[in-house]
T-cell receptor, first 114, second 113 residues
Framework: GENVEQHPSTLSVQEGDSAVIKCTYS??????FPWYKQELGKRPQLIID?????GEKKDQRIAVTLNKTAKHFSLHITETQPEDSAVYFC?????????????FGQGTRLTINP | NAGVTQTPKFRVLKTGQSMTLLCAQD?????MYWYRQDPGMGLRLIHYSVGEGTTAKGEVPDGYNVSRLKKQNFLLGLESAAPSQTSVYFC????????????FGPGTRLTVL
């Protein structure tokens, strides 16, 4: 089955700097890669996603890149702000027992220092 | 439109007790999922359902059972709770597998003593 590895587990950056979180996946058939943000005590919420037919996608200060050959994808946050502090999860969509489901990485706790 | 809701928000059980967690969605979604979230381990799929009357096992199904008698509800049961089941449980739903955004409920924090 699919295995998703996420690094780093914790990341601390100065406000205004950029943050990068990386994920690798094992199943070459995976074709959809979302990123979720989870604030303390809250539910995970989708912030950006990318499909396997696209190499990069951007939405204001956040972007995601995908390298299918190397089987890795990354989240980039530019001009970080205090409200970006949260746990971020990557995921890959894989087939299990004929149905498509998300397999999540272990999460990255991002702290933005003022 | 409430989205995905979960009941209860918090619960403390003693080892061996049973309980049921309720997930409800009002978005007419076909797919529903139960995850558990533990520190450093991300979200792990317990069970899922691809439609009313269907259920299937995920990554970590042992010790849990589920039912989907109505399209809008997905129940997660613990027959005999164990301390290893202390976790935060999230329910999620998707309209169809091909329409990918998963919407999560607010979570249930369960402690088993």
């Amino acid at each position: 089955g699919e295995n998703v590895e996420q690094h780093p587990s914790t990341l601390s950056v100065q406000e205004g700097d950029s943050a990068v979180i990386k994920c690798t996946y094992s199943d070459s058939a995976s074709n959809y890669f979302p990123w979720y943000k989870q604030e303390l005590g809250k539910r995970p919420q989708l912030i950006i996603d990318i499909r396997s037919n696209v190499g990069e996608k951007k939405d204001q200060r956040i972007a995601v890149t995908l390298n299918k050959t190397a089987k890795h994808f990354s989240l980039h946050i530019t001009e970080t702000q205090p409200e970006d502090s949260a746990v971020y999860f990557c995921a890959a969509r894989s087939k299990l027992q004929g149905a498509q489901k998300l397999v999540f990485g272990q999460g990255t706790r991002l702290t933005i220092n003022p | 439109n409430a989205g995905v809701t979960q009941t209860p928000k918090f619960r403390v059980l003693k080892t061996g007790q049973s309980m049921t967690l309720l997930c409800a969605q009002d978005m007419n979604h076909e797919y529903m999922y139960w995850y558990r979230q533990d520190p450093g381990m991300g979200l792990r799929l317990i069970h899922y359902s691809v439609g009313e009357g269907t259920t299937a096992k995920g990554e970590v199904p042992d010790g849990y059972n589920v039912s989907r008698l109505k399209k809008q509800n997905f129940l997660l049961g613990l027959e005999s709770a164990a301390p290893s089941q202390t976790s935060v449980y999230f329910c999620a739903s998707t309209l169809l597998a091909g329409l990918d955004t998963q919407y999560f409920g607010p979570g249930t924090r369960l402690t088993v003593l």
